[in-house]
């Protein structure tokens, strides 16, 4: 079975004494990667799905001791280091004073993965400080797509290593055309797994519709005591005209009747269970930066065409958006609505975003990087355009 770029960053600290922690939204293949990271493991080992009612037993127990010394013995382990795989550990919140109890007096290693960062924050206390190691798996890139449709060798995806100025080379038309097709399948489908590797047009759409109902059937039910979901889904309904648009929260109040600080609960809630992103305003000032309005973007494309219909431009730059965010902290710029910068990375190099790219453009965003002393911009182009510092998303 092909694997994601992430199973290859995860391999390399199996031997670590910290535990694996792996989180995402549903459906992205956190089950599918723990799996292939279990048959690596040739040490005694043990799955658990904390789904499973019976699974939670084994970890119940007031006497820690005793849980370990169970689980040792249906391990079959000989004085050997125990690992545990931890399915769903949201769905028991207790667990993680068993997981720091067995790390620190057995040195017993944790993969375990859970639905939701919003939820891993609050599980998670600052007692596993220095004893974990957290993992966002995102739905795939464009060059995990190219991979998972058999048009990208696979060494190429494991020596793969996230520095964004490895992308920042010029393209021929050529190589353009090679994948362009693909890209543009990719930004209206998304990349979920079981969508990417789905031929048929009509199915890819019934998996994304089945994705957003899980959403509100496990997710909101699980991690939230929200007591109306048609809030939540109404707020959705109204955040996807704005995708790629800096939000008024006064606005949003008045158009929904929800008040701002119930308003700021839910896209908190979105954002943590990786259902959206909220991207600051770009400022050497960290406190200005956490003030200023956001941007919203949506965590998948696919989603965002189900959910609703946005134009060409706001579907590319939300497309970008999740490409780049791998790479760093994603910021952006804007001068009274009179100057921006869609995008800028570790306040380093910054992105416009262009249905296609011109020279006018490129010179309107140079003279904005002077300004703010940014070292380097460049153009984002879905067309292909042979004008300096273009590059295209096919190649983030």
């Given at each position: 079975?092909k694997?994601?770029f992430l199973?290859y960053?995860?391999?390399?600290?199996l031997e670590h004494k910290?535990a694996?922690?792996?989180?995402?939204?549903?459906q992205?293949g956190?089950?599918?990667?723990?799996?292939q990271?279990?048959d690596?493991?040739s040490?005694?080992?043990?799955?658990f799905?904390l789904?499973?009612?019976?699974d939670m037993?084994?970890?119940e127990?007031i006497?820690y001791?005793a849980?370990?010394q169970s689980?040792?013995?249906?391990?079959g382990?000989k004085?050997?280091?125990?690992?545990?795989?931890?399915?769903e550990?949201?769905?028991?919140?207790?667990?993680t004073k068993?997981i720091?109890?067995?790390?620190?007096?057995?040195?017993?290693?944790f993969i375990?993965?859970g639905?939701?960062?919003f939820?891993?924050k609050?599980?998670?206390?600052?007692?596993?400080?220095?004893?974990k190691f957290?993992?966002?798996l995102?739905?795939?890139?464009?060059?995990?797509y190219l991979?998972?449709?058999d048009?990208?060798?696979?060494n190429?995806?494991s020596n793969?290593?996230?520095?964004i100025?490895?992308?920042l080379k010029?393209y021929?038309?050529?190589?353009?055309?090679k994948y362009?097709?693909?890209?543009?399948?990719y930004?209206?489908?998304?990349?979920f797994?079981?969508v990417?590797?789905?031929?048929?047009?009509?199915?890819?759409?019934?998996i994304l519709?089945?994705?957003?109902?899980?959403?509100?059937e496990?997710?909101?039910?699980?991690?939230?005591?929200?007591?109306?979901?048609?809030?939540?889904?109404d707020?959705?309904?109204?955040?996807?005209p704005r995708?790629?648009?800096?939000?008024?929260?006064?606005?949003?109040?008045s158009?929904?009747?929800i008040n701002r600080v119930k308003l700021?609960?839910?896209?908190?809630?979105l954002q943590?269970v990786?259902?959206?992103k909220?991207?600051?305003?770009?400022?050497?000032s960290i406190?200005?930066?956490?003030?200023?309005?956001k941007k919203v973007?949506?965590?998948?494309t696919?989603?965002?065409?189900?959910?609703?219909r946005v134009n060409?431009?706001?579907?590319?730059e939300?497309a970008v958006a999740?490409?780049l965010e791998?790479?760093?902290e994603l910021?952006?710029?804007n001068?009274?609505?009179?100057?921006?910068?869609d995008?800028i990375v570790?306040?380093?190099?910054?992105?416009?975003v262009?249905?296609k790219?011109?020279?006018?453009d490129?010179?309107?965003?140079?003279s904005?990087?002077d300004k703010?002393?940014?070292k380097n911009g460049?153009?984002?182009?879905?067309?292909?355009?042979?004008?300096e510092?273009t590059?295209f998303?096919?190649?983030?």
């Amino acid at each position: 079975m092909k694997k994601r770029f992430l199973f290859y960053d995860l391999k390399k600290y199996l031997e670590h004494k910290n535990a694996l922690v792996i989180t995402g939204m549903r459906q992205v293949g956190k089950t599918t990667l723990m799996k292939q990271l279990f048959d690596e493991v040739s040490a005694p080992k043990l799955w658990f799905d904390l789904d499973n009612p019976l699974d939670m037993l084994n970890f119940e127990n007031i006497n820690y001791d005793a849980i370990y010394q169970s689980l040792y013995k249906q391990s079959g382990a000989k004085n050997e280091r125990l690992y545990l795989f931890i399915d769903e550990i949201q769905n028991l919140p207790e667990i993680t004073k068993v997981i720091k109890y067995l790390i620190d007096k057995y040195g017993v290693k944790f993969i375990v993965s859970g639905s939701s960062n919003f939820y891993l924050k609050n599980l998670f206390p600052e007692s596993l400080s220095g004893r974990k190691f957290l993992f966002i798996l995102r739905p795939m890139s464009f060059k995990e797509y190219l991979f998972f449709n058999d048009k990208m060798p696979e060494n190429e995806i494991s020596n793969e290593e996230l520095d964004i100025k490895s992308v920042l080379k010029k393209y021929s038309l050529l190589e353009f055309k090679k994948y362009q097709m693909d890209y543009l399948d990719y930004m209206e489908y998304g990349g979920f797994p079981e969508v990417v590797v789905t031929k048929d047009v009509k199915t890819k759409k019934e998996i994304l519709r089945n994705i957003f109902a899980s959403f509100f059937e496990k997710d909101i039910r699980i991690l939230s005591d929200f007591k109306d979901i048609r809030e939540l889904r109404d707020l959705i309904l109204l955040l996807v005209p704005r995708t790629g648009n800096i939000l008024d929260i006064t606005k949003l109040s008045s158009q929904t009747g929800i008040n701002r600080v119930k308003l700021y609960g839910y896209l908190e809630f979105l954002q943590g269970v990786f259902f959206i992103k909220l991207i600051p305003k770009f400022s050497a000032s960290i406190d200005r930066a956490v003030a200023g309005g956001k941007k919203v973007y949506f965590a998948d494309t696919g989603l965002l065409n189900v959910i609703g219909r946005v134009n060409e431009g706001q579907l590319f730059e939300n497309a970008v958006a999740n490409q780049l965010e791998p790479y760093g902290e994603l910021s952006f710029y804007n001068k009274r609505n009179t100057a921006e910068i869609d995008f800028i990375v570790n306040k380093e190099i910054a992105f416009e975003v262009k249905l296609k790219s011109s020279e006018k453009d490129l010179s309107r965003l140079q003279s904005l990087c002077d300004k703010l002393k940014i070292k380097n911009g460049y153009m984002i182009s879905l067309n292909y355009a042979d004008t300096e510092n273009t590059i295209f998303p096919m190649f983030i």
